[in-house]
């Protein structure tokens, strides 16, 4: 006898927090496969140059500790810094529109991730790393403007200086909340930058409290996934470290051995965090159809367009 498969998970609906966390973990369940294996492929590569980076910086940052050592450039270490900060952010952004590009995929195929290959979504995926990109793009943008704007201050007085970072602190923890949800709007809906900007200021301040909530929850999970995957490769590389430092003469963490136990781990511990991302945007992204749905009733229309078609 053929069991009927599980409904399919309905992405627009108003939601209790314990149903958003209960969906968000039925999705992932469900399709636990297509998300590990479409993230491996676009992230394993990030993984191997971001790993590479970060043993090789953590080896010359050690060498900063070592007075004996007077042919040290602060140059490379902080070039070597750049690039894993680079490969994060080229790492984010690929994760981010990723998993919303599965999202959609599961939401307009009837046989939702089953039997998906790549080439099934990859004009919604370019589409989405150019958006997710955008946002990056924009927040660096207000970030550099606000340093600028304290660095002006700090030049005028120290008063000023204390005041404005006070009130930059305040700003930043209220506009967290509706930013985090420009991703989903903005690849979900068919707007442009700025109105889905707006929309997402109009959708945060709106639901504050509840969406920080789950930022917060998913975040923390997040963060629990990865530190997992880290576990390993920050106790070989402090073990390294000390050892290094107590008997330079022994080499070891110059040793073949020891740089390539690190590597891997480095690579485990990248795409376990990248993986812990998974988590976080899926639950902001059922934060978003529940607010939507509420405000919007898009199930509802669509349910009137699905009749006028009978």
Same mark, same amino acid.
């Given at each position: 006898?053929?069991?009927?498969?599980?409904?399919?998970?309905?992405?627009?609906?108003?939601?209790?927090?314990?149903?958003?966390?209960?969906?968000?973990?039925?999705?992932?369940?469900?399709?636990?496969?297509? !998300?590990?294996?479409?993230?491996?492929?676009?992230?394993?590569?990030? #993984?191997?140059?971001?790993?590479?980076?970060?043993?090789?910086?953590?080896?010359?940052?050690?060498?900063?500790?070592?007075?004996?050592?007077?042919?040290?450039?602060?140059?490379?270490?902080?070039?070597?810094?750049?690039?894993?900060?680079?490969?994060?952010?080229?790492? %984010?952004? !690929?994760?981010?529109?990723?998993?919303?590009? !599965?999202?959609?995929?599961?939401? $307009? $195929?009837?046989?939702?991730?089953?039997?998906?290959?790549?080439?099934?979504? $990859?004009? %919604?995926?370019?589409?989405? #790393?150019?958006?997710?990109?955008?946002?990056?793009?924009?927040?660096?943008?207000?970030?550099?403007?606000?340093?600028?704007?304290?660095?002006?201050?700090?030049?005028? %007085?120290?008063?000023?200086?204390?005041?404005?970072?006070?009130?930059?602190? &305040?700003?930043?923890?209220?506009?967290?909340?509706?930013?985090?949800?420009?991703?989903?709007?903005?690849?979900?809906?068919?707007? %442009?930058?700025?109105?889905?900007?707006?929309?997402?200021?109009?959708?945060?301040?709106?639901?504050?409290?509840?969406?920080?909530?789950?930022?917060?929850?998913?975040?923390?999970?997040?963060?629990?996934?990865?530190?997992?995957?880290?576990?390993?490769?920050?106790?070989?590389?402090?073990?390294?470290?000390?050892?290094?430092?107590?008997?330079?003469? &022994?080499?070891?963490?110059?040793?073949?051995?020891? $740089?390539?136990?690190?590597?891997?781990?480095?690579?485990?511990?990248?795409?376990?965090?990248?993986?812990?991302?998974?988590?976080?945007?899926?639950?902001?992204?059922?934060?978003?159809?529940?607010?939507?749905?509420?405000?919007?009733?898009?199930?509802?229309?669509?349910?009137? &367009?699905?009749?006028?078609?009978?």
């Amino acid at each position: 006898m053929n069991i009927p498969p599980n409904p399919k998970i309905q992405f627009y609906r108003v939601r209790t927090f314990n149903e958003k966390m209960n969906v968000t973990f039925d999705f992932l369940r469900e399709n636990l496969k297509p !998300l590990l294996k479409f993230s491996f492929y676009v992230i394993l590569p990030v #993984c191997l140059i971001q790993s590479f980076c970060m043993d090789t910086f953590m080896r010359v940052y050690m060498s900063l500790f070592d007075i004996s050592d007077i042919n040290i450039d602060f140059v490379v270490v902080a070039g070597y810094y750049v690039l894993v900060l680079l490969c994060t952010l080229l790492g %984010s952004v !690929l994760l981010s529109a990723l998993v919303c590009s !599965l999202m959609q995929t599961y939401e $307009r $195929r009837d046989r939702r991730l089953e039997g998906l290959v790549f080439a099934d979504f $990859r004009a %919604s995926f370019v589409t989405n #790393c150019v958006k997710v990109a955008k946002i990056l793009l924009f927040t660096f943008g207000v970030f550099f403007a606000a340093v600028a704007i304290l660095s002006l201050l700090a030049w005028m %007085s120290p008063w000023t200086l204390v005041l404005t970072v006070l009130l930059l602190l &305040a700003g930043s923890i209220a506009f967290m909340v509706p930013v985090s949800l420009l991703t989903p709007l903005y690849l979900f809906e068919d707007l %442009s930058f700025a109105d889905a900007l707006r929309k997402s200021m109009k959708y945060g301040f709106s639901a504050w409290g509840e969406t920080f909530l789950v930022l917060l929850v998913f975040g923390l999970l997040a963060n629990i996934v990865g530190s997992m995957t880290s576990i390993p490769w920050t106790l070989v590389t402090i073990v390294g470290s000390v050892f290094s430092l107590a008997s330079p003469d &022994a080499g070891i963490a110059s040793s073949i051995w020891y $740089r390539f136990l690190t590597y891997i781990l480095g690579v485990i511990m990248a795409y376990g965090t990248y993986v812990s991302v998974i988590v976080s945007v899926g639950g902001t992204a059922f934060q978003y159809f529940h607010l939507r749905e509420k405000r919007e009733g898009v199930t509802m229309k669509t349910d009137i &367009a699905n009749f006028d078609r009978l």
